[in-house]
Structure formats: C-alpha cells, structure tokens
T-cell receptor, first 111, second 114 residues
Framework: GQQLNQSPQSMFIQEGEDVSMNCTSS?????WLWYKQDPGEGPVLLIA?????ELTSNGRLTAQFGITRKDSFLNISASIPSDVGIYFC???????????FGKGTKLTVNP | GAVVSQHPSRVICKSGTSVKIECRSL??????MFWYRQFPKQSLMLMAT?????????EQGVEKDKFLINHASLTLSTLTVTSAHPEDSSFYIC??????????FGSGTRLTVV
C-alpha cells in the first residue's frame, strides 16, 4: 500500500519558535490532510488541501500541497505550549474515502 | 457541526469477554464510517470500512470474526471485539465524513483486556 514518509519524528522547541514538518510519498495524491492528536483523544483536522500548489492557512498554521502532488508541509508560527501534541499528515487512498496516515511528528514546546 | 461521538471512552474487560464500542454521527448522516486502531506511539491503522445496511469491508490482516462491525442506521456504527485477549488492548477510533467537510474523528476508546 501507499506509504507516507513524515519527518521529523519528533521536535523539541522553545515557545515562540516556528515549526516545520513535512510528508512525502512516491505516489501522487489528490488530497492532503493535516491532523493534530492530543493524548487519549482522536485526531482533529487542522487543514485540508485539495489542489496541487494550494497554500492554506488556519491561524498560525500554514500548509501547502506540493506541486508534484507527492508532498505537503505544515508550518506553525510562534509556537505556544498548547501546540504540544502529535501531528499527522494523511491522504485519501485511491478513489475511496479511506485515509492513510503518516507516522506522526511529536511536538514538544518548552515554555 | 460535524461531530462524531464515541462511547465508551475507556473500558477494561476480562480475557474471553466481548466489548462493544459505539460510534455516532451527531449532526449528520453517514452511510460510511471507518474504524481505526492505534497502538502506543504509533500511527492510526485502518481496520475496516463500515457501510450502512451492508457488510463491512475489512483491511487485509484484520479478522472479521474477531472485530464485528454493524452499521444499522445512518448515524450509528458499532465495533464489537469478540473473545478479547490482552493483545487486543489498544486505542480504537472511528471516523465519518460529512459531505464537503473532511474526515471527523471520534474521541477514541481505550480498551484494556486483563
């Protein structure tokens, strides 16, 4: 099946710093999604990208759908303690609604 | 809008017993729902696709007789872990997709089999 390579695996940053993470694949996708998961909770959708080259913001979060349709990045600006959590990229599999997830990036923000 | 409710949030059961987990779409109808499993410090893995009024579709390697799925209405899907064993202990999460909104997840169920 399709594999998403998400990096970095973990990040330790100071409050106020910017963060960047990305996902790549050898396959082309039509949808890229970014989720955040807090401990003991289900993932929450942050940003959805549906068009190659699309750049979308949600508050301090910005995500882009790569022009090759094989990658996406998520940036968080001016991080705050509540940004702590695990961030997952996800894509839809084939023509179905099934989601395939990256392995996640664990973000730790030191006050 | 687009809320998915999952119940219970935590359950502890004895080996050999069965456990039922409910997933409800509260403010939309979902002909399709999805069940995922997540082990500690790992990503979500799709187990099965639940289809309203028909049989669920299971991913390769997932035992359909072990993980029974019923999608009897447009707002409710249930996952029953039958004859649970400690290795079934995991975090189970459902999701559904209201039109044009993306994929909304429930808050998950932590199953511990002792």
């Amino acid at each position: 099946g399709q594999q998403l390579n998400q990096s970095p695996q973990s990040m330790f940053i100071q409050e106020g710093e910017d963060v960047s993470m990305n996902c790549t694949s050898s396959s082309i996708f039509n949808t890229w999604l970014w989720y955040k998961q807090d401990p003991g909770e289900g993932p929450v959708l942050l940003i959805a990208l549906y068009k190659a080259g699309e750049l979308t913001s949600n508050g301090r979060l910005t995500a882009q759908f790569g022009i090759t349709r094989k990658d996406s990045f998520l940036n968080i600006s001016a991080s705050i303690p509540s940004d702590v959590g695990i961030y997952f990229c996800a894509v839809t599999q084939g023509g179905s609604e099934k989601l395939v997830f990256g392995k996640g990036t664990k973000l730790t923000v030191n006050p | 809008g687009a809320v998915v409710s999952q119940h219970p949030s935590r359950v502890i059961c004895k080996s050999g017993t069965s456990v039922k987990i409910e997933c409800r779409s509260l403010d939309f109808q979902a002909t399709t729902m999805f069940w995922y499993r997540q082990f500690p410090k790992q990503s979500l893995m799709l187990m099965a696709t639940s289809n309203e009024g028909s049989k669920a579709t299971y991913e390769q390697g997932v035992e359909k007789d072990k993980f029974l799925i019923n999608h009897a209405s447009l707002t409710l899907s249930t996952l029953t872990v039958t004859s649970a064993h400690p290795e079934d202990s995991s975090f189970y999460i459902c999701s559904a997709s209201p039109a044009d909104y993306g994929y909304t997840f429930g808050s998950g169920t932590r199953l511990t089999v002792v």
